[in-house]
């Protein structure tokens, strides 16, 4: 066996590892340092319970295997000063990213931060869960690696011994919370919390986590510990806290006393929510509805206003809506030309001096039996179909309004009749209302809401399905005043 490992270095073997050496050495000097990797160990990822206050459970299991240690990167005494706030970068806005890419999936952002600007502010708070005992590190935003932008947060760059993680590793023992809140998830029907990570942490025994808490204090969630092999996609799902009116998120990272690494960055964190439907039969109260113009009120049951000589009187509801089954029992007395309607996928401010809505999809009718349909864009309207007779309208009492929306496609029911079906992409979402316009001579005015109601979720087969039109007379040409119809 030793003579043939002399014959081997005799006949070149240490040349040949001389060689290995080199192209080592090589491979590892150029470009940026090389970053520590797990062999052959992946990120852990599981459940996790928190209270604020609480120092965390630690695995007390004897280290086996663990990230190597690059001691260079070690956190200094805390004697050190702390490092140098990073200059604050205004690059880009933060912009919502998936749910957020298609208007018309009715989800919508309630917050989304990019570290890209002045952090902690909002609603936001960074503190160590143990104060000072293990000196004092806290989230901050720093521009050592973002998922995109100039800024992404790091556990420990913020706090009395903040440090710069482009020259150190994360701290031993700590336990570093970024929460957000509390925002009320009411009137949803779901939510989610959108983010990315990166991390690189000691397997087993340093965590990165997410959490959501309807006190402040319990936090639930999930956590990862390892090597995450780059940015990771997140979406965490909040729709069991819809039905709380104070909800507040988490991210929190927690090391033990011995082997640290580079750690987690966050970045690019939006908070959707996507709204439920309403069912206002306006019994008692006019809850989620805006007064926008006129005097509104329940009286005996219906939503009422009786008007604003020459204007528009309206209310919308608090919410965006792009995919929609909207349904109202209406009844107008007085004027028998003014046009009674409902908007949806619009925006009331800026009003004109008439008090139209800026932009929106108008169903509307009168008392002398003519309907239209109008779209309005910054504050310019044009008829999607002109003032038409139909009979099935009942002058001077309730009429059951309809209108259904997904995509491009647009239908408009009265009294369970299907009188108009088309086709427009200008809108995609928005508010809905509810509105009446008075003319100056008229008297005895009132416009009442028996109940309106909304639904979400609308049928593929609703509008891929054959449906009947009802017979309607002919489209008044040349008839440009969308709030008043021809005189019958």
């Not at 073997?13 to 001389?18: R, S, V």
């Not at 639930?220 to 507040?248: C, H, M, Q």
Request: some cysteine; aromatic content about 16%; proline content about 7%.
């Amino acid at each position: 066996m030793d003579s043939k490992i002399n014959v081997s270095l005799r006949s070149g073997g240490w040349i040949l590892i001389l060689c290995l050496l080199f192209q080592l050495v090589a491979a590892t000097s150029v470009g940026a340092a090389p970053i520590p990797q797990e062999d052959g160990i992946q990120e852990t990822r599981s459940a996790d319970f928190r209270v604020r206050g609480q120092p965390p459970v630690i695995n007390e299991t004897p280290k086996t295997q663990s990230v190597p240690q690059d001691t260079s990167r070690s956190a200094p005494s805390l004697d050190s000063p702390p490092a140098l706030p990073d200059p604050k970068i205004n690059t880009r806005e933060p912009m919502p990213t998936h749910k957020g890419e298609s208007p018309s999936t009715g989800w919508t952002p309630m917050m989304s931060e990019g570290f890209e600007g002045f952090f902690p502010s909002g609603l936001w708070d960074v503190y160590d869960n143990d104060g000072a005992i293990n000196g004092e590190y806290k989230w901050d935003d720093d521009d050592y690696r973002p998922y995109e932008g100039g800024g992404s947060a790091w556990p420990a760059n913020g706090g009395a011994n903040r440090l710069d993680p482009e020259f150190y590793n994360y701290p031993p023992d700590a336990d570093s919370w970024m929460v957000y809140g509390p925002f009320d998830l009411t009137g949803n029907e779901s939510a989610s919390l959108e983010f990315r990570y990166w991390n690189l942490s000691e397997y087993s025994n340093d965590y990165f986590g997410w959490y959501a808490s309807s006190d402040g204090v319990n936090f639930y969630g999930e956590r990862v510990s390892g090597n995450s092999g780059g940015w990771e996609y997140i979406d965490f799902d909040l729709t069991p806290y819809k039905y709380d009116t104070s909800v507040w998120i988490a991210f929190i990272f927690t090391s033990d006393d011995s082997v640290e690494n580079y750690g987690p960055f966050v970045d690019n964190i939006t908070l959707w929510r996507f709204p439920s439907g309403f069912n206002s039969q306006f019994t008692y109260d006019d809850l989620g509805w805006n007064e926008v113009k006129g005097t509104w009120s329940v009286v005996s049951g219906n939503y009422r206003t009786t008007g604003i000589p020459g204007k528009v009187s309206s209310s919308g509801y608090a919410y965006r809506y792009p995919t929609l089954d909207y349904q109202a029992r209406l009844k107008r007395l007085g004027c028998q030309t003014c046009a009674n309607r409902l908007y949806i996928r619009g925006r009331w401010a800026p009003l004109n001096s008439d008090f139209w809505w800026y932009r929106g999809y108008f169903f509307q009718y009168t008392n002398n039996q003519y309907f239209s349909v109008w779209k309005t864009i910054n504050g310019v309207s044009t008829e999607l179909i002109g003032w038409t007779y139909y009979g099935g309208i009942k002058p001077n009492t309730w009429n059951k309004l309809r209108v259904k929306a997904s995509g491009s496609t647009l239908k408009f029911y009265i009294n369970g009749a299907l009188i108009w079906s088309g086709s427009d992409r200008s809108l995609s979402t928005g508010t809905v209302g509810i509105g009446m316009q008075r003319d100056t001579t008229s008297s005895g005015n009132y416009f009442d809401v028996d109940w309106a109601t909304l639904s979400t979720i609308v049928s593929l087969e609703q509008f891929t399905g054959e449906e009947p039109l009802a017979e309607v007379g002919e489209t008044v040409h040349n008839w440009d005043d969308m709030n008043m119809s021809p005189a019958p």
